[in-house]
């Protein structure tokens, strides 16, 4: 059985979350008194009412952003699709500014001024390809928008679990460290969306040539057998 790229680059997708949830996030299911000895309690303890509204625009747009890119869905359930795709932009506009924020609050723990003006580009770019690509849909242009929004989930959802998959993987945890990751993926976001739907654009067309010689070779033996 073939596997389609686009299914096997959503599974690709949900084994990141999958794994960034249980490494990275999984101490917010700690007991009470495992909170007081966990450090990243006592990290997040100054921000952690920032950090929530912020984690749950950052959750839908994590959960919610691939579901867009589904042509099934889109094909039947259409009113879903757009739904989905307003709480998508709706978390993208809460969750990059309150990032931003959080990272500025970060600095008296040792992260530096570098890693918030990061974070103000980063969160920039997300918004800015969000927006452009709410903007090219409702004028009706299709195509662009698929285009943007795919920008819009490389330079968002998938730095997040890009620069955790990469912290966890090398035991990466000062902020330099960490500083340097997210540059590096912030920088290669819009290129690698590119790639991917450069990759789809080059499968789809050798798709459709494909069928179309099956078509034509499936005319000629019809007529062929055609009595003279």
């Known amino acids: 059985m073939r596997i389609r790229p686009k299914y096997a680059l959503f599974g690709v997708i949900a084994l990141m979350f999958a794994y960034v949830f249980r490494t990275s996030e999984w101490f917010l299911f700690d007991s ?11 990290h997040i303890d100054s921000f952690k009412w920032w950090l929530l509204p912020h984690g749950i625009a950052g959750a839908c ?10 042509e099934r869905l889109r094909g039947r359930y259409p009113k879903l699709h757009r739904v989905v795709g307003r709480i998508y932009v709706v978390g993208t506009c809460i969750a990059a500014p309150l990032g931003v924020w959080i990272q500025y609050l ?10 918030t003006i990061e974070t103000v580009l980063q969160g920039g770019m997300w ?21 943007w ?8 959802p998938l730095i997040f679990m890009e620069v955790r998959v990469i912290g966890v993987a090398f035991n990466i945890t000062d902020p330099h460290g960490l500083e340097i990751i997210v540059w590096a993926c912030t920088a290669c976001s819009i290129f690698i969306a590119d790639i991917v739907l450069q990759v789809q ?18 005319q000629a033996g019809a007529a062929s057998l055609q009595p003279i």
Do not use: C, Y
């Open 149 to 156: 929004m795919t920008r819009s989930f490389g330079t968002g």
């Open 127 to 147: 918004m800015a390809t969000t927006l452009i690509a709410f903007g090219f849909i409702l004028a009706g242009k299709t195509q662009q928008h698929r285009v």
């Open 32 to 42: 009470a008194a495992e909170r007081l000895k966990d450090p990243e309690w006592m």
């Open 61 to 70: 747009a994590i959960i919610l952003g691939p579901m867009q890119f589904s």
């Open 201 to 218: 654009e080059t499968l789809k067309t050798g798709e459709a040539r494909r069928a179309g010689q099956a078509r034509k070779a499936g």
């Open 106 to 115: 970060n600095e008296p723990l040792g992260f530096s001024r570098t890693f």
